[in-house]
């Protein structure tokens, strides 16, 4: 719930908004989010008393934090519960049926992403998707938000090292959806189905203007050439992006020398994090 100069309003069943992937979102959909994200780094984003009720594990780190401090700006109440809660004979379209009658929406950080899918088929108050084992639709945009400062995302030639995961499929998303130019470099068995490919990483650098990696998980072996080092970022086109998916460990994914290279993002870029975690709850709230 959210309230304005005529009093409290709720959105109509019929129009819940969910953010649980980038597959059916186009390119007028990251635009609307955007000038949100503009408006709410400018603080001119309109209050709204209510309570985000959130799934985090004590893991998480700046997706909460971003999450948790966007909801405080907005004027909205957090109330933080370990995702395990959600783990429960008891149905979610039930949970999330209780949960709006004082919850204004649901961010939720949980392994399966059907845990998810289960509180939106009720319909009931809006889930927000803080991370799942199949995608992460709101770091992604995060870091188009913060190229987009600068230059055209949609030129951008994009670069995935990695095998096929939550972060790599989240970044497919959004090139089928935005129209990206997106390709992945891995070894043929752990690639994601469909995404363009480069096996030879060497190759594949020549011609990326943004780098992404995720922590190669159980491959760690099969990765274990893949690592993007200070050489290879120097092969790319000037003004190469490097921005590795954190937590990234220097030495596993990226070499201590490419952390200190002149294409390394990461830190500027998730200082964009606070800003679209509030346009993604302005959005689905539709405030």
């Not at 059916?24 to 949100?36: E, H, M, T, V």
């Not at 999450?67 to 149905?91: C, H, N, W, Y």
């Not at 009720?122 to 987009?148: G, I, K, Q, R, W």
Request: net charge negative; hydrophobic share 45%.
């Amino acid at each position: 719930m959210w309230t304005d100069e005529n009093g409290p309003a709720l959105l109509p069943v019929s129009e819940v908004r969910h953010l649980l992937t980038l597959t059916d979102w186009s390119r007028d959909d990251l635009k609307d989010l955007y000038l949100r994200a503009d408006l709410c780094r400018q603080e001119h984003q309109s209050r709204v008393d209510g309570v985000a009720v959130m799934f985090f594990p004590t893991s998480s780190l700046r997706t909460r934090v971003s999450f948790e401090r966007a909801a405080v700006e907005m004027g909205l109440q957090s109330i933080v519960f370990p995702p395990e809660t959600l783990d429960k004979s008891e149905d979610l379209r039930d949970v999330a049926g209780y949960l709006a009658s004082w919850a204004s929406l649901i961010v939720v950080r949980h392994p399966d992403i059907a845990v998810l899918e289960r509180l939106a088929e009720a319909d009931t108050v809006p889930v927000v998707n803080a991370m799942t084992d199949a995608n992460h639709p709101c770091e992604v945009l995060s870091d188009l938000y913060a190229l987009s400062q600068d230059t055209n995302i949609f030129a951008l030639r994009f670069l995935f090292v990695g095998a096929d995961g939550n972060i790599a499929r989240a970044w497919w998303e959004a090139s089928r959806a935005f129209g990206l130019d997106i390709r992945q470099s891995c070894p043929r068995e752990l690639r994601v189905p469909d995404m363009p490919w480069n096996e030879d990483l060497s190759d594949a650098m020549t011609t990326a203007d943004v780098v992404i990696t995720d922590g190669p998980g159980i491959h760690a072996d099969a990765l274990a050439s893949y690592i993007v080092t200070q050489k290879l970022l120097d092969t790319a086109p000037v003004g190469v992006r490097f921005a590795p998916c954190p937590p990234f460990i220097r030495g596993r994914e990226a070499s201590a020398d490419a952390i200190a290279h002149p294409a390394f993002v990461g830190y500027e870029f998730k200082r964009y994090l606070k800003p679209v975690q509030q346009a993604v709850m302005s959005w689905v709230l539709d405030a």
